[in-house]
């Protein structure tokens, strides 16, 4: 996922008492020029316990009011995001990002769009792998310039996040964000709070219904998470999980194992988590040709995964079958420059959950094909990473 989490913004610390205000006709400061103190914080998949992003928190840039955004306004903000990606680079340069993002933005026409793809790519961040939670500004703005402005980042790549507390349930439906985020007060005691927990249920099945993915925030317990999943909750945040100095790449706390009741499956021994590589991913766009280099320029490479925009597998290359197809007679002209998807088979997909063992009923469970390679999911459907059959077939034999 391609693919989030919940928390109040952290304010920047009050500044010393510094020295007299500037005399009358000084240009006031850009505040999106002053360095930004960042934190991280975690978002967590609420069944295996990894985390599938990181959170940067700063205090997003403010405005004076008024109804059009000018485009120097646009630009300041475009140059904001660009910073928090530079320097969130030295942390974390792997796992999807999810921004501040003032939701006046929204407002700025298709310039602010372009700035920000144009200054993430040069930071070296697809569109995709970033997400913008809007700010609570979202609640004062035209429903009319909410959609719009919606539309044109996800036209770009971007996602967007809204917050329960700033959005109406029919404002998501149509909108359609890749997250609606939980509000801590909803998630705060759902454990004892049968009121609580029938809205959160509620919100997380407006969001599938729509394919939207509900984060909950604020977690602060084992006994949430349980409760969250029963609510169809499948991603969170909070203190549960990490203290507010967390940095990527660090520890989370484990999150409680599912019942065997809700896997499905009664199998024992490890999970197919246990062996899974980082799966190598393309837009569902992608051109043979691009396939083509990827398989040149790895030859241990098996296959490649063609994912969607919410990070779904849609196909999956298996690099023998494609590389008869591209480099046989002719085959590079017929090829090179259409969709791949057209050379891709159906995806065979295992959940997260799933034991090493059942896995292999499913490679095997075709009569005219053995798959060589599976797809660990989570309970949204998003590609996990890659599970080798060949891998799992010499482990259990070893044990």
């Known amino acids: 996922m391609s693919t989030l989490p919940p928390h109040p913004v952290h304010q920047d610390p009050a500044p010393a008492p510094g020295p007299a205000v500037p005399a009358p006709g000084t240009p006031e400061p850009d505040p999106t020029r002053a360095r930004t103190t960042l934190s991280y914080r975690p978002v967590v998949d609420l069944d295996s316990g990894a985390v599938v992003a990181v959170e940067v928190a700063a205090a997003p840039p403010g405005r004076r009011g008024g109804a059009e955004v000018s485009e120097r306004e646009a630009a300041a903000v475009a140059d904001w995001l660009l910073s928090l990606v530079r320097e969130a680079a030295g942390a974390e340069g792997l796992l999807p990002l999810v921004l501040p993002l003032p939701a006046w933005a929204l407002a700025a026409g298709e310039d602010f769009a372009v700035l920000a793809e144009s200054g993430l790519r ?26 719009s402005g919606v539309a044109r980042l996800r036209a770009s790549g971007f996602r967007c996040g809204f917050g329960t507390a700033m959005a109406r349930p029919d404002l998501v439906v149509e909108a ?74 660090e520890r989370v706390t484990p999150v409680p194992e599912p019942a065997a009741a809700a896997q499905g499956d009664a199998d024992s021994g490890p999970r197919v988590t246990e062996f899974m590589v980082p799966p190598v991913g393309f837009d569902s766009n992608s051109t043979a040709e691009q396939i083509l280099e990827a398989f040149t320029g790895d030859p241990a490479l098996n296959s490649v995964v063609l994912i969607d925009h919410r990070e779904r597998p849609l196909g999956v290359i298996d690099r023998t079958r494609f590389l008869l197809s591209v480099t046989g007679r002719y085959g590079h002209a017929l090829h090179a420059k259409r969709p791949a998807l057209r050379l891709a088979e159906a995806p065979r997909t295992v959940p997260a959950w799933m034991s090493a063992i059942a896995a292999l009923r499913v490679a095997g469970q075709d009569r005219e094909r053995v798959y060589d390679d599976l797809i660990a999911t989570n309970p949204y459907g998003q590609c996990l990473g890659m599970v080798h059959v060949s891998a799992l077939i010499q482990s259990l034999s070893r044990n």
């Open 122 to 147: 040069r930071a070296g961040r697809r569109p995709r792998d970033v997400t913008f939670m809007l700010t609570a500004d979202l609640a004062e703005l035209p429903r009319a310039t909410v959609l």
């Open 176 to 249: 359609a964000p890749f997250l609606i985020r939980l509000d801590p007060s909803l998630v705060s005691g759902i454990d004892g709070d049968h009121r609580n927990g029938g809205i959160v249920a509620g919100l997380a099945r407006i969001g599938r219904s729509s394919g939207v993915y509900a984060v909950a925030a604020g977690v602060t317990s084992a006994e949430e998470i349980v409760r969250l999943r029963e609510c169809g909750v499948r991603l969170g945040g909070g203190t549960f999980f990490a203290d507010q100095g967390w940095r990527p790449g």
